[in-house]
C-alpha cells in the first residue's frame, strides 16, 4: 500500500484486528468499496515484491509483460548469473502466492499469475545458451523452487541437447564417496528431480558422456591370475570399480558393515569406528536394541533410495531399462567368487567356509603372524582383497541384494507358475547371469539337450531382449542369484564366524571379541530388518510356488510325478540357495507356538511339498545330500513351528511322507560330506531327522496305515533296503562308540602308568562296518604332528555322540519292528541280517564276554549318553515281535548263528531283564520261553551240522554256510546264496567282487544246483533257508488226502 501511495487502502481492508486504531488514524467502515483494478495492483505488488515500484498499475491482465520485463531487467543487471536471478524472482512470486496470509485463497488471480510465471520463464529458459540453462538449473535447485515450476524448466531445458549430460554430471558426481552417517540427502534429491522431470534425462544418463563418466565407467583389469604354464586364469572383475566410480555403486554404498573400507582419517564416521558402538562387552541388551534400530532406520532411508532412483530408470523406456539390469548383472558376476567354498581367509577374503571354525584357529594359532592375529586386519585383508578381485564389498553387496527385493516385490505369490524355467538357457542372459549359464542342472546331459528343444516353443526364451515381457523373469532369476553370491555369504560370515569367534575369545581377548560381536551385530541389523525380512520372505515364498509348480509338472505334486524338461532345465543351485537360507533364518534357541522373523511371511504347504518332493524322488534330485538337507529342513521347521507341524497330518502330506521319508532315507547312504568323514558321520546326522519324523508321524493311526499298505504294496523292497540300512547304522554306531570308550580308557590306563600314548591301530573290520580314524602319514606334518589331532583325541565326545546316534537308531528300528513284524519276518533275508549282526551281536556285547572291557560307573554311562538296560530292553521287545508272527522261523535263523549266538549269553540276558524289571511278567515269561527254544533248537541244528560232510560247491562263497537258493553274480560269476546277494545289493547296488552295478533282477539263478543242495539237506535232516522244496512236495499228497 506504501508502495501504490494509497493510504485508504488500508482502510479499506480494515485495521488490524490485534490493536486499536491509534489516535488520528484515519480508519475506513469494513464494507467500503474499492476499485478492482486498485485491489488487483495491490494483491501482485504484494506477490511479486518488485524491487522497483512499477510504473503503471498491475493487473492480472498485464502481468505478464511487467515479468518479462522486469526478468530481463534481472538478467542484464548480473551477466554471470542473470537467468538464475530471473528464475529466482519468478520462483519466489509464485511461492507467495501460495503461501497462506499473503493474499486470500479465493483470489482468482492465483492461476493466471501462475501461467504468467511460467511462460516467462520458459520463454527465458528456452532463449537462454545452453551453459547459462546449467548453471541457471542448477542454482534453482539449492532454492525451494515450486514443484512444477521446476518441472516444467527442467522439461523445456531437456530439449537442448547439450544439456541433459551437463546437468546429470554436475548433480550427480557430488554423490561420490557418500555414506551412512552422511548420505547426501539434498544432492540425491537433487538428482532424482532431474530424472523424474522428463524421460531424457534418463536416457541421457545411460548414453554417452554421462555413460562412461558416472553410470557405467570404463573398465580394464589391473590383476590377472595365471598357472604355471602361464595360462590367464582369473582376472579383475569390474564389480569394486562400479561400487566406488559409478552412480549406482555410490547410491548403494552407505552401509553399515565395510567399516574396513573407510580412510583412517574417517574412520570415525563409520558405523565400525563410531564411539556408540564401543565397550560392548559392557553394552545392555537394552543399548544394543537402540543402536541397531538407529542403525535400520539410517540403513533404510539410503536403500529407500537406491529404489526410487532404479525405478525411475526403469520406467524411463528400454535403454535406461537395459543399461540398470546390465549394471546389476555386472556386480551380481562380479560377486561370484564371494559364494564359492575357496578363498578362505587370510590367504583369501572368505570367512564363512567351515562354518568360521578356520578363522578362529587362525586367530587362536601361536604361529600365525602378528598380523594376521587381529580382526580388524583381516577385515582390512577383506577390504583389499574386493579391490583386487573386483568383488562388492558385504555391505554394498547386501544393499544391492535390498534392491533385488524391492524389485521382486511386485511379483505376486500366483504369478510364481507364469515364470519361466528355461530363462536361465537364453544365449544371450550370460552378462546377467554369469555362471548360472553354465551352473548343473537338475536334468542330465541328454536330458539337459532335450530341455532346449522344448524351451524353443517357450515365447520367454525366445522373444528378443528389448521384450518388456521379459523383466519379470529377468528380476526374478537375477534375485534367485543374488541369495547365493551377494546375501549367504554375509549371513554365513555374521551367524557362523563372527559370532562363534565373539563367543571363542569373549574370556581370552576381550578386543577381538569386541570387534567380531560388533560385526555380528551391524550385519543383524540389516539381515533382520523387518522390512527386508519380509520382501525377503516373498521371495523365498515365490521360489517354493516356482519349484513345486515347475516339480509337478502341470499335475499333482505328491506323489511326485516324472520330472518334465522344465526341471531339467533349472540350475539346482537354486535350491541349494533356498535351504541354506531358511536354514540360516530359522530360530535355534526356542520353539515358537506360531512362526516368527522370516517364516511369518511363508505359505508352509508348498514348501513342505516342495522338500517331500526332494525327498521322494531321485528322479527330480540326484544329489544324496541335496535331499538330505531337504529333509533336515523340513524336521526343523516342522519342530520348531507346531503349526506347520499340523500339515504333516494334512493332504497332500498325510498319505505320501512316510513314503517320502523312506525313499531319503534310503538316499542319504551315499551322501559324503568330505574324504576325511572316515565314520560316515554326515550321513548319520543326516538321518537323524529322518528318523525323528517317523517317531512323530507314527505315533498318528492314519500315518500307520499308510506304511502298512505301503510296505506290503509297491514299498516293499524300499523298505526291506530301509531296514537293511538301519542295521548296518545301529551296529556301526554302537561298536565305533564301544571302541572309542575302550580307546578311552586305554588312554586313561596309560596316562596313570606314565607310558606315553601310541596312534591307535586299526582294528579288524567287524560285520556291519567298523571305521577308525588312524593317523596316516598324509595326516602329518613334517615333524610327525598329527594334524587331526584335535578332532581324534576327544574320545568322550566322539562316544557320547556315536551312543547318542545309536540310541536314536535303535528306536528307530524297534519301531519299525514293532508296527511291520510280518514284513519283516516275510523278507527273510533282512530278518537274518537283523537277528546275526544286529540283536544276537548285541546281546553278546551289552551281557556277553565284551561287557567287561567297558564296564564302567552309572555315572560314567550317563556322560557318555549309554543307556545297556534300554537297549537289552529294545532287543528283547524285537525278539518277541519277530517270534509272535513266526516262532519257528526265527528259531531257524538264530540257530544258524555260530558266532555270536551262545546259551550262556541268552540265559545272563534273560536274568539282567529279570534284575532290572525291564519288561512287564507276562512279556518276561514270553521271552524266557523263547530262549529256552531257542537252545533246544540250536542243539538239535548243531548236532545235525557236525554230522554232515557238506561238500564245498554248496557252500555259499561269501558266507561259507550251506545255500538254499543259489545265485551267480553276472559280472563276477561268484555264486552266493540269494539272501546274502539281495542283501549286498540293498547295501550298496553294487556287485561286491567286481565293484561294479547290479540290480537284483540281474541275478543268475542256478536251478540244479539247488535242487542237489535241497536233495542234500533233506537226506542229512539240515534246515534250509525258508525250508526243504522237497519236503515241501512230498507233503502235498499227503495234505491233499487230509483235505
Known sequence: AALAGSRPLLGAWGPCMKRPPTEGEDVQPMDAKRPKEEVEHALLVKVLQPSQPPKDKLSVASVGQFLEDEANRLAKAQPAKGLEEALQFLARGWRRSEEGGVVPSTWGGIQPLQEAILTTGLTMMVSASTED???????????????????????????????????????????????????????????????????????????????????????????????????????????????????????????????????????HLSEAGSSEWADLHRATR????????????????????????????????????????????????????????????????????????????????????????????????????????????????????????????????????????????????????????????????????????????????????????????????????????????VIKEAFYCFQGIAGHFVEKDRNTADTAWREYLLAESSLKEPAFMERLGHLVDLTFRFLCHVAAGGQKALPPPAPSSEWHALPSTILENVLDLCDLYRERRKVSSIPTGLFVHLDPTPV??????????????????????????????????????????????????????????????KAIMSYYDLSYRYKYELRVPVMELFDLTLQHQEHRKVLDEFVRGPGNDRFLKLLTQLINDSNSQTEEAIRTVKEWHKSQADEAAGVVPQPPQQPQQQPGGQHDEQVLDDDQTDGGEDVYRRSRMNYKE?????????????????????????????????????????????????????????????????????????????????????????????????????????????????????????????????????????????????????????????????????????VQFPQSKKIVDRWVAVRQIMGADRDPYSNTPVKVEDLIPLTKLKEEIHRFAKDKGIALEGGNMLIEVDALPRRAAAS
Open 286 to 489: 537394552q543399548r544394543v536394541d537402540n543402536l541397531q534400530r538407529g542403525t535400520q532406520l539410517k540403513l533404510t532411508a539410503v536403500q529407500g533410495q537406491a529404489a526410487e532412483l532404479v525405478d525411475v530408470l526403469l520406467r524411463a523406456g528400454d535403454a535406461p531399462r537395459f543399461c540398470a539390469l546390465q549394471w546389476l548383472g555386472a556386480m551380481l558376476t562380479s560377486a561370484e567368487p564371494r559364494g564359492k567354498q575357496g578363498y578362505v581367509a587370510p590367504e583369501g577374503f572368505n570367512f564363512w567356509p567351515q562354518h568360521g571354525n578356520h578363522v578362529i584357529d587362525v586367530l587362536n594359532h601361536d604361529q600365525t603372524p602378528p598380523f594376521e592375529k587381529s580382526l580388524k586386519n583381516l577385515l582390512l585383508l577383506q577390504a583389499l582383497h574386493a579391490k583386487m578381485h573386483g568383488f562388492p564389498t558385504s555391505g554394498a553387496a547386501l544393499n544391492m541384494m535390498t534392491l533385488l527385493l524391492h524389485l521382486c516385490k511386485p511379483i505376486k505369490p500366483d504369478q510364481a507358475a507364469s515364470l519361466s524355467a528355461y530363462y536361465p538357457m537364453r544365449q544371450d542372459v550370460e552378462d546377467l547371469m554369469g555362471n548360472w549359464t553354465k551352473e548343473a542342472r537338475f536334468g542330465e546331459k541328454a536330458q539337459e539337450e532335450l530341455a532346449r528343444e522344448v524351451a524353443k516353443q517357450d515365447p520367454i526364451f525366445t522373444c528378443p531382449p528389448s521384450d518388456k515381457s521379459l523383466f519379470k523373469n529377468q528380476i526374478f532369476w537375477m534375485a534367485c542369484k543374488g541369495i547365493g553370491v551377494l546375501l549367504l555369504p
Open 133 to 267: 540453462k546449467v548453471k541457471a538449473l542448477t542454482g534453482l535447485m539449492d532454492s525451494p523452487v515450486p514443484a512444477r515450476l521446476m518441472n516444467e524448466l527442467l522439461s523445456a531445458a531437456a530439449e537442448d541437447e547439450g544439456v541433459p549430460a551437463r546437468l546429470l554430471i554436475g548433480v550427480a558426481t557430488p554423490l561420490k564417496g557418500r555414506h551412512l552417517n552422511d548420505p547426501r540427502g539434498p544432492q540425491f534429491n537433487k538428482l532424482l528431480r532431474v530424472l523424474r522431470a522428463s524421460k531424457t534425462y534418463a536416457s541421457a544418463l545411460v548414453q554417452p558422456p554421462c555413460l562412461e563418466e558416472v553410470f557405467k565407467p570404463v573398465f580394464e583389469p589391473k590383476f590377472v591370475w595365471r598357472n604355471r604354464k602361464k595360462e590367464v586364469i582369473a582376472k579383475q572383475r569390474p564389480g569394486h570399480h562400479l561400487q566406488t566410480r559409478s552412480l549406482l555403486g555410490w547410491v548403494l554404498s552407505p552401509t553399515a558393515l565395510d567399516g574396513a573400507c573407510m580412510p583412517p582419517s574417517m574412520a
Open 798 to 966: 566322539h562316544a557320547k555322540k556315536y551312543f547318542e546316534l545309536a540310541s536314536r537308531t535303535w528306536k528307530t528300528l524297534w519301531l519299525l519292528c514293532r508296527h511291520c513284524a510280518p514284513v519283516i519276518v516275510e523278507g527273510r533275508t533282512s530278518l537274518e541280517q537283523l537277528l546275526h549282526t544286529s540283536l544276537d551281536a548285541q546281546l553278546y556285547f551289552l551281557v556277553g564276554p565284551e561287557m567287561k572291557s567297558i564296564k564302567s560307573s552309572p555315572q560314567e554311562y550317563d556322560e557318555l549318553g549309554f543307556d545297556p538296560k534300554g537297549l537289552v530292553k529294545q532287543i528283547a521287545e524285537i525278539y518277541l515281535f519277530l517270534a509272535r508272527v513266526n516262532r519257528e522261523e526265527v528259531a531257524r535263523i538264530v540257530a544258524k548263528d555260530e558266532r555270536y549266538y551262545s546259551s550262556t549269553t541268552f540265559s545272563k540276558a534273560v536274568s539282567f531283564v529279570r534284575k532290572y524289571s525291564l519288561l512287564a511278567d507276562s512279556q518276561l515269561a514270553e521271552f524266557e520261553a523263547l530262549v529256552k527254544e531257542l537252545g533246544e533248537r540250536v542243539s538239535q541244528q548243531r548236532a545235525a551240522f557236525d554230522e554232515a560232510d557238506i561238500p564245498a560247491e554248496y557252500l555259499c562263497e561269501m558266507m561259507a554256510d550251506i545255500m538254499s537258493d543259489p
Open 608 to 669: 513342505l511339498t516342495t522338500l517331500c518332493v526332494v525327498m521322494a524322488s531321485d528322479d527330480h534330485v540326484r544329489d544324496p545330500s541335496l535331499r538330505g538337507r531337504s529333509v533336515k529342513l523340513l524336521h526343523r521347521l516342522c519342530m520348531g513351528f507346531p503349526s506347520w507341524q499340523e500339515k504333516l497330518n494334512q493332504e497332500p502330506l498325510l498319505k505320501h511322507l512316510i513314503p517320502c521319508l523312506i525313499n531319503v532315507f534310503i538316499a542319504v547312504e
